[in-house]
């Protein structure tokens, strides 16, 4: 099988002009490596640089995050051994997202809640290449499990491509959070059908969105101005169900490496009301995580 090259060398974290209130989390990055320990999957799409937990703890204090959501990646499929040893280093601090095999036993997913494991991830992009399986039949088969342990679901999902999956929500009453404002294509604007379905089910309460990577949305580097039409409008449309990652360390990219805290300036500056970036920032994920931001 084809291994796709290594990315670009991580680029350091600065701090960002607006200091993040206490409290804040950045509730999607991925952790890789060391190598050596934590071997990836033979059947991986791509090979990332190590990106180890203690980097990114430096991450996370360099933007001023006192929080942060440890998402599975594919180099691991569904050993999810790397998050839940950064969630037993760094349990006050940390919670994490899994994806497990559809076979996956209600005890197995206890365990994983009570590691610090928060929600499992499944993917819907018929469009896209090089992703897991896991996806639409895999919640399917899931969902009544995870229900019973309190598993909310989060879905790498091409948001026009939502119709084909809204049948699977039909019964599901715990949180759907769709990462990186539904994958769209910034060039095609705020009123594409992806972005007004989105904001529809987040104006009716049904799905959550992470405002996390604007260079997935738009090719414009360093500021993806098109981007952030996207995030006004999906924050405009619920925001008590918006939440902001950073993706790091930007995994697939061949070129343009983004620095995290140029992202988190760029989420300052389009969400210029304080009392929102507070919301979305620290109350929004504290709900949904379990986090018990700092007095």
Same mark, same amino acid.
């Given at each position: 099988?084809?291994?796709?090259? #290594?990315?670009?060398?991580?680029?350091?974290?600065?701090? %960002?002009?607006?200091? +993040?209130?206490?409290? +804040?989390?950045?509730?999607?990055?991925?952790?890789?490596?060391?190598? +050596?320990?934590?071997?990836? +999957?033979?059947?991986?799409?791509?090979?990332?640089?190590?990106?180890?937990?203690?980097?990114?703890?430096?991450?996370?204090?360099?933007?001023?995050?006192?929080?942060? @959501?440890?998402?599975?990646?594919?180099?691991?499929?569904?050993?999810?051994? $790397?998050?839940?040893?950064? *969630?037993?280093?760094?349990?006050?601090?940390?919670?994490?997202?899994?994806?497990?095999?559809?076979?996956?036993?209600?005890?197995?997913?206890?365990?994983? @809640?009570?590691?610090?494991?928060?929600?499992?991830?499944?993917?819907?992009?018929?469009?896209?290449?090089?992703? &897991? %399986? *896991?996806?639409?039949?895999?919640?399917?088969?899931?969902?009544?499990?995870?229900?019973? $342990?309190?598993?909310?679901?989060?879905?790498?999902?091409?948001?026009?491509?939502?119709?084909?999956?809204?049948?699977?929500?039909?019964?599901?009453?715990?949180?759907?959070?769709?990462?990186?404002?539904?994958? @769209?294509?910034?060039?095609?604007?705020?009123?594409?059908?992806? @972005? =007004?379905?989105?904001?529809?089910?987040?104006?009716?309460?049904?799905?959550? $969105?992470?405002? &996390?990577?604007?260079?997935?949305? &738009?090719?414009?580097? %360093?500021?993806?101005?098109?981007? =952030?039409?996207?995030?006004?409008?999906?924050?405009?449309?619920?925001?008590?169900?918006?939440?902001?990652?950073?993706?790091?360390?930007?995994?697939?990219?061949? #070129?343009?490496?983004?620095?995290?805290?140029?992202?988190?300036?760029?989420?300052?500056?389009?969400? %210029?009301?304080? *009392?929102?970036?507070?919301?979305?920032?620290? &109350?929004?994920?504290?709900?949904?995580?379990g986090f018990k931001p700092k007095n």
């Amino acid at each position: 099988m084809d291994i796709l090259p #290594c990315m670009p060398p991580i680029t350091p974290t600065c701090a %960002p002009k607006i200091a +993040s209130p206490a409290g +804040s989390c950045n509730t999607h990055f991925h952790i890789f490596g060391p190598a +050596s320990q934590f071997p990836y +999957s033979p059947e991986r799409a791509y090979t990332p640089p190590d990106a180890p937990l203690h980097a990114v703890l430096n991450m996370l204090d360099a933007l001023g995050m006192d929080f942060g @959501v440890a998402v599975q990646a594919h180099p691991y499929a569904t050993d999810n051994s $790397v998050v839940l040893d950064a *969630l037993r280093q760094a349990p006050e601090r940390l919670r994490g997202t899994a994806i497990v095999k559809p076979d996956a036993t209600v005890a197995q997913l206890q365990a994983l @809640v009570d590691a610090g494991i928060r929600a499992l991830r499944f993917h819907h992009m018929p469009h896209g290449i090089g992703f &897991s %399986p *896991l996806g639409m039949q895999s919640f399917a088969q899931l969902a009544p499990k995870m229900a019973d $342990v309190g598993l909310h679901a989060q879905f790498m999902l091409d948001a026009n491509a939502l119709d084909s999956a809204l049948p699977f929500f039909k019964d599901w009453k715990l949180p759907i959070v769709i990462d990186h404002m539904g994958n @769209v294509d910034g060039a095609l604007g705020a009123q594409q059908p992806g @972005v =007004k379905a989105l904001c529809r089910l987040l104006a009716e309460g049904r799905i959550w $969105v992470k405002i &996390s990577g604007a260079y997935r949305v &738009s090719a414009h580097y %360093p500021d993806y101005p098109d981007a =952030k039409p996207i995030h006004e409008a999906l924050v405009a449309a619920n925001p008590e169900q918006i939440i902001w990652g950073t993706d790091w360390p930007h995994p697939r990219l061949d #070129c343009d490496m983004p620095e995290d805290g140029h992202l988190l300036d760029l989420f300052n500056a389009w969400t %210029p009301d304080r *009392l929102l970036r507070h919301q979305i920032l620290v &109350s929004n994920p504290a709900k949904l995580y379990g986090f018990k931001p700092k007095n």
